[in-house]
């Protein structure tokens, strides 16, 4: 026979896990579609060499996954002159600092998005900071960051060349939070400088580095959009290592535009499909596919979470069951020493409810202390996860949690007390 | 006062026990001797409330107990009277102060606990667990939860039926000692424990049982 406290301890260990599941997957569920929903780009365009459109959206706009290669500046000086366009924002990635990705691109890029200390980046080699990228590394104004050859913290270092830290953006609770932005000269001259000191030591890497130099240090020239365009390596990226897929010296990893009417974007993405070498892809078209895709595996994990809540009933009932056959001695005793079945049952219920808040409270102290361990992991996805935030209807899955913890408990306190061994 | 007027009690439509009428004076000790199954624990049962009675009556202070609710048995139970059973109906898992406490529970002041346990020896053992205990110690532990509600009247159902002579001649010893001015009816199979009350009353003499087919018995 099991003791009243292995009991206890199960009722509760049952409750905790499948209810802490249910609300740490109510929650992270409900952040991802947030932040989904948050990162909606007000552009209406987004330009990157050919490959997957949901890669290029995640990379432009949540900083995750590699880079789908480059494309030339050439497009980005075109779409700017192009009068159909308000503006083009190149963007470029393959560096990083420590853990933190780094973003080359101009400051328009950050237009919305105010800065807590400090200034824009105006020149090369400046840069701002996320505010988690800030706090992660004990950063302040002034600093030098060394920053790293590829997306890998572990990549060499590129020692000659720091970035000097002249901002840090508010905190977003978004992929902001955790990416390094300077100019996208920044990136090129970094990476022209480590071309050189290659060069210098007489390196012969065959790289696309090395091609993209050979280019020249200057914009590419000589192609006209769409179709022709030279240099750029999109093309390559599945022969890649992740320390070649970054802007190299004129070129950049996609070019976010916003057109001055709907019609002039529908009209240039239709020239830039003549370009079999070049995607564009409408963010909010990518983003609704991406959310319709959470919103179908969320409700898998609810209707998942309904089932465990569901079996948590029957376990809880069970073990109630046999907790209160087990108490029916002390009830029948407390009975006879005269104490109202009234009171008995109170007391019986004042017990199972303690259990039962006891065992919400920890599975949402469990649930919170999952989410903090996931932020991390869902940070490298783009997705900030903040372990304080409540959502109204995470207080009512606690309260059927609740409920279901106490209710086996009531309906046997009914029918034990219908079985007064007073009553003859 | 207590008195008891043409009282049987009926079980399972097969035996009856009929009682002839008995008092219980006021400030006094009685105790019931009799041969196991002679009804003594059934007439205990039905003055403090836990039965009902088939027929008769039973009279507190001239007031008719036994027809009242099970609610109004209860209140008057944990109000008035001290009981104290015989496999001590403790809970095991309960501290000996938590086993007293739980008369809390009905708005039974145990202010006395401490004095009471002290009166019995058993103090040190307050924060104990019933489980820990000799069976003495329980059989003590159940007196004091009794007495610490100061009852008017004390029913004990073989309050020395677990306990070898000795000990329990010094559980009933201290047992009537704080007694002392309440009512207090004992039963007990153990005649040698008789002269320490003030009344001896014969069960066989008392009560007589009717069995399924009419047979009465002098039990």
Known sequence: MLTKKVKMLLIILSVVISASVAILAYNVAGQVNDGLINTTSSYDMIVGPAGSATQLAMNTLFFTDKPLGTISYEYVEQLQRDSRVNIAIPFGMGDSYNSAKIVGTKPAFLTGKPLSEGKMFEKVFEAVVGSEVARKYGLSIGDELVTSHGLSEHGEKHEATPLKLVGVLEETKTAYDNVVFTDIETVWKVHDHEDHEHDDGEHEEKTENAQTTDAGTTPEKGHELPGGHGGEDGEDEHGEDEHGEHAHEGTVCAILVRSKTLAYSEQIKAEFKEDSKILTITPAEVIREIINNVDLSRRIVYILCVIILIMNIFVISTITILNMYDSQKDIALMRLIGIGTGKVNIMFLIQNALIGLLSTAISFGVSRLCLVFLRGFASSMGIVLDAGRIYPLEWLIMAVIFVISVLPTFICTVRVSRKDIIRN | ?219
């Open chain 2, 1 to 219: 006062m207590i008195k008891t007027e043409n009282l049987v009690k009926t079980f399972d439509l097969d035996t009856t026990i009929k009682y002839k009428d008995l008092i219980f004076e006021d400030a006094k000790s009685y105790v019931l001797l009799g041969a196991s199954g002679c009804g003594k624990s059934t007439l205990l049962n039905m003055m403090a409330g836990v039965i009902t009675p088939t027929g008769g009556s039973i009279f507190f202070d001239g007031e008719e107990m036994s027809r009242k609710t099970q609610k109004q048995k209860d209140r008057f139970r944990i109000e008035k009277i001290g009981y104290i059973f015989q496999d001590f109906k403790l809970i095991e898992d309960m501290t000996v102060e938590d086993n007293i406490n739980i008369l809390r529970l009905e708005g039974v002041k145990t202010a006395e606990m401490d004095a009471v346990l002290d009166a019995l020896g058993i103090l040190g053992k307050k924060k104990k667990k019933v489980r820990q205990l000799s069976g003495g110690e329980r059989q003590r532990v159940a007196i004091a939860r009794a007495f610490v509600k100061k009852p008017q009247i004390i029913l004990a159902d073989e309050p020395t039926g677990n306990l070898n002579y000795e000990i329990g001649r010094a559980v009933v010893t201290q047992m009537l000692t704080i007694a002392k001015g309440k009512t207090l009816v004992a039963v007990t199979h153990d005649d040698r424990l008789a002269e320490l009350f003030d009344e001896v009353i014969d069960m066989n003499a008392v009560a007589s049982s009717v069995d399924g087919s009419g047979v009465t018995h002098r039990v």
